[in-house]
């Protein structure tokens, strides 16, 4: 039937045909709730289906916890929740997971003591597929299921001989990490990261990696080393980001060889990953042999590739601003792939004034006129960044043109873009260029205009002052009193420190 026909009338007429004396009836009622989407969680429709859970056909009782589950959290009456914790005991397996399952829909809302209890009985349970869908369910639930008793049997599950159970106990941990990082869990997690199987190894290192440095142990980082010598894709990229998330203590010398190497791995998933972990040690990790590397990887044909590899250099901002660097990312620019340009004009940013040269600050001026925002926008801050060094001619004029691009966030950029860049950008046509910017947004970004204008120029004040006098008069409701305050007292303090400087406090 669809969404499309679940009107009122049709919602109502499935509900009545709940309550019919004829089991086929109630079933074809059911199975068609089922199918109409979001529009049937109604109070009505929770409670019809509350009265149906016991019914003595067996194809219609198990359809609340088919439905209930798919309404998610609007589902989560004390009702609907009762029903479906008495179906997580019931004699039938298929009932069991039903159950299990709507309660990994509805979530949080879901989590009583009395739900994980029974949740947790079900992770032992003789049927492994109730015991992955319980699992399931506790991860859904998040902190709230990270009592000591679902800890233990998440723990209990990891030793589990299915492997696809393993995984998913360690999904599930992966959930609860922040509350989960106990001695135990933690043990048990290490263990895993040497299971034969790919997928329980790589749910180990992401659930890992979820608990960050309060996981980080000697013995833990190695064991993460271990996993990214295997070349296994899966497990290696995991392996890589958990390295990642425990960077302060994971930053040695042998953890940041392993991640190099892996930046060779012929799985670009991998190398990626590789690349993020070395930018989270970027200032440990800032050798030449680790920035040659990542320049290699730079040049690469996999795009999220690449664009880490950008990211990584970025973060390690001056100690990267080499040639090679420098080259390497000016050519990403040129690359069809727009997330790669917009990481390249990040880096360059990141590497400031040494990557002003006349080839880097060309090429990214033409990044200024990518059809893509963010493009865009990368490239006002790589600009900006480079300070007075950019100043040039055609640079301030490529940013004032940019100041009136049509995305509200570019032109933003490209005003604070010139803020930045200082004395130089205080010419009458920077001046005409923001004046008129100040009339073709919202008044939340023409607030921000203000106070980027203000940065720009001493010569600039005296029509900050005169234009904020103006607001005042035309819109008291665009700027606030405290702002305008705030702004006078700005052009105040910078006139008086050009005649002799002070100091002065600022009362708002």
Same mark, same amino acid.
């Given at each position: 039937?669809?969404?499309?026909?679940?009107?009122?009338?049709?919602?109502?007429?499935?509900?009545?045909?709940?309550?019919?004396?004829?089991?086929?009836?109630?079933?074809?009622?059911?199975?068609?709730?089922?199918?109409?989407?979001?529009?049937?969680?109604?109070?009505?429709?929770?409670?019809? %289906?509350?009265?149906?859970?016991?019914?003595?056909?067996?194809?219609?009782?198990?359809?609340?916890?088919?439905?209930?589950?798919?309404?998610?959290?609007?589902?989560?009456?004390?009702?609907?929740?009762?029903?479906?914790?008495?179906?997580?005991? !019931?004699?039938?397996?298929?009932?069991?997971?039903?159950?299990?399952?709507?309660?990994?829909?509805?979530?949080?809302?879901?989590?009583?003591?009395?739900?994980?209890?029974? %949740?947790?009985?079900?992770?032992?349970?003789?049927?492994?597929?109730?015991?992955?869908?319980?699992?399931?369910?506790?991860?859904?639930?998040?902190?709230?299921?990270?009592?000591?008793?679902?800890?233990?049997?998440?723990?209990?599950?990891?030793?589990?001989?299915?492997?696809?159970?393993?995984?998913?106990?360690?999904?599930?941990?992966?959930?609860?990490?922040?509350?989960?990082?106990?001695?135990?869990? &933690?043990?048990?997690?290490?263990?895993?990261?040497?299971?034969? !199987?790919?997928?329980?190894?790589?749910?180990?290192?992401?659930?890992?990696?979820?608990?960050?440095?309060?996981?980080?142990?000697?013995?833990?980082?190695?064991?993460?080393?271990?996993?990214?010598?295997?070349?296994?894709?899966? @497990?290696?990229?995991?392996?890589?980001?958990?390295?990642?998330?425990?960077?302060?203590?994971?930053?040695?010398?042998?953890?940041?060889?392993?991640?190099?190497?892996?930046?060779?791995?012929?799985?670009?998933?991998?190398?990626?990953?590789?690349?993020?972990?070395?930018?989270?040690?970027?200032?440990?990790?800032?050798?030449?042999?680790?920035?040659?590397?990542?320049?290699?990887?730079?040049?690469?044909?996999?795009?999220?590739?690449?664009?880490?590899?950008?990211?990584?250099?970025?973060?390690?901002?001056? !100690?990267?601003?080499?040639?090679?660097?420098?080259?390497?990312?000016?050519?990403?620019?040129?690359?069809?792939?727009?997330?790669?340009?917009?990481?390249?004009?990040?880096?360059?940013?990141?590497?400031?004034?040494? @990557?002003?040269?006349?080839?880097?600050?060309?090429?990214?001026?033409?990044?200024?006129?990518?059809?893509?925002?963010?493009?865009?926008?990368?490239?006002?801050?790589?600009?900006?960044?480079?300070?007075?060094?950019? @100043?040039?001619?055609?640079?301030?004029?490529?940013?004032?043109?940019?100041?009136?691009?049509?995305?509200?966030?570019?032109?933003?950029?490209?005003?604070?873009?010139?803020?930045?860049?200082?004395?130089?950008?205080?010419?009458?046509?920077?001046?005409?260029?923001?004046?008129?910017?100040?009339?073709?947004? !919202?008044?939340?970004?023409?607030?921000?205009?203000?106070?980027? &204008?203000?940065?720009?120029?001493?010569?600039?004040?005296?029509?900050?002052?005169?234009?904020?006098?103006?607001?005042?008069?035309?819109?008291?409701?665009?700027?606030?009193?405290?702002?305008?305050?705030?702004?006078?007292? %700005?052009?105040?303090?910078?006139?008086?420190?050009?005649?002799?400087?002070?100091?002065?406090?600022?009362?708002?």
């Amino acid at each position: 039937m669809g969404q499309k026909a679940a009107s009122k009338d049709v919602i109502d007429a499935l509900v009545k045909a709940l309550g019919s004396e004829y089991c086929e009836v109630r079933s074809t009622a059911g199975c068609t709730l089922r199918e109409i989407g979001e529009k049937r969680g109604t109070k009505e429709v929770i409670d019809a %289906l509350v009265d149906v859970a016991g019914d003595r056909d067996i194809l219609v009782s198990m359809v609340p916890c088919e439905v209930l589950g798919e309404m998610g959290e609007k589902a989560a009456t004390k009702e609907a929740i009762d029903v479906l914790v008495s179906a997580l005991g !019931n004699e039938n397996s298929d009932f069991r997971r039903g159950a299990c399952t709507a309660f990994m829909h509805i979530g949080e809302r879901a989590a009583t003591k009395e739900v994980i209890d029974a %949740l947790v009985k079900l992770v032992g349970d003789r049927d492994s597929l109730v015991s992955m869908s319980a699992c399931e369910a506790l991860g859904k639930m998040g902190e709230k299921a990270a009592t000591k008793e679902a800890l233990d049997a998440l723990v209990k599950a990891l030793g589990n001989e299915d492997s696809y159970f393993r995984s998913r106990a360690c999904k599930a941990l992966a959930k609860i990490s922040e509350k989960a990082t106990t001695k135990e869990v &933690i043990d048990a997690l290490v263990q895993a990261l040497g299971n034969h !199987n790919d997928d329980v190894r790589s749910r180990a290192c992401y659930a890992l990696g979820k608990m960050g440095e309060k996981a980080a142990s000697i013995e833990l980082i190695d064991a993460l080393v271990n996993v990214v010598g295997y070349q296994d894709p899966l @497990a290696c990229a995991s392996a890589c980001e958990a390295l990642g998330e425990m960077a302060e203590n994971a930053a040695t010398k042998e953890v940041i060889d392993a991640l190099v190497k892996a930046l060779g791995y012929e799985d670009s998933y991998c190398r990626s990953r590789a690349c993020y972990a070395l930018g989270k040690m970027a200032k440990k990790a800032a050798r030449n042999e680790v920035i040659d590397a990542l320049v290699n990887v730079v040049g690469d044909q996999d795009t999220v590739a690449c664009a880490r590899a950008c990211e990584a250099l970025g973060e390690m901002a001056e !100690n990267a601003a080499t040639k090679e660097v420098m080259n390497a990312l000016v050519k990403a620019l040129g690359n069809e792939d727009s997330y790669s340009r917009s990481r390249a004009c990040y880096a360059l940013g990141k590497l400031g004034e040494k @990557a002003s040269t006349k080839e880097v600050i060309d090429a990214v001026v033409k990044a200024l006129g990518n059809h893509i925002y963010d493009v865009r926008c990368r490239a006002c801050y790589a600009l900006g960044k480079m300070g007075e060094k950019a @100043a040039t001619k055609e640079v301030i004029e490529a940013l004032v043109n940019v100041v009136g691009d049509r995305n509200s966030l570019v032109s933003m950029d490209a005003c604070e873009a010139l803020g930045e860049i200082g004395v130089k950008a205080a010419t009458k046509e920077v001046i005409d260029a923001l004046v008129q910017a100040l009339g073709n947004h !919202n008044d939340d970004v023409r607030k921000k205009y203000l106070f980027l &204008i203000m940065i720009i120029n001493i010569q600039l004040i005296v029509f900050i002052y005169l234009f904020c006098q103006s607001l005042a008069i035309d819109n008291e409701e665009i700027l606030s009193e405290k702002e305008l305050k705030l702004i006078r007292y %700005l052009s105040h303090l910078t006139y008086m420190q050009t005649i002799n400087p002070t100091n002065m406090t600022w009362k708002g």
